[in-house]
Nanobody, 124 residues
């Protein structure tokens, strides 16, 4: 099981980015996928997740601005980030949860497999 996060970069406040999490060695549709981030000097935190049933969850700080979705054909999960703020600056990670639950969690301990991060920098 491998996950590859990509799509990070430098963007101005108010702009948008789409992050991709590509899976290899497994079918992502059978796993809940979560996005997490870690800002400099802070702990890693959950951002969004999507369950195997399509249920999605976002933490309050990104509700209404971020969206998570799957592309089954590409075995990829996306995180669309709009109206970016300077406080969104962080390294973003994706992870897979092998538990077959209807819902998903933004808790770090729920996830079994992690990809490397991609850096998002939002300039104000």
């Amino acid at each position: 099981v491998q996950l590859q996060a990509s799509g990070g970069g430098l963007v101005q406040a108010g702009g948008s980015l789409r992050l991709s999490c590509a899976g290899s060695g497994f079918t992502m549709d059978y796993y809940a996928i979560g996005w997490f981030r870690q800002a400099p000097g802070k702990e890693r935190e959950g951002v969004s997740c999507i369950s195997i049933s399509g249920y999605t969850k976002h933490v309050d700080s990104v509700k209404g601005r971020f969206a998570i979705s799957r592309d089954k054909a590409k075995n990829t999960v996306y995180l669309q980030m709009n109206s970016l703020k300077s406080e969104d600056t962080a390294v973003y990670y994706c992870a897979a949860d092998r538990a077959k639950l209807r819902l998903c969690s933004t808790g770090l301990n729920s996830y079994d497999y992690w990809g490397q991060g991609t850096l998002v920098t939002v300039s104000s």
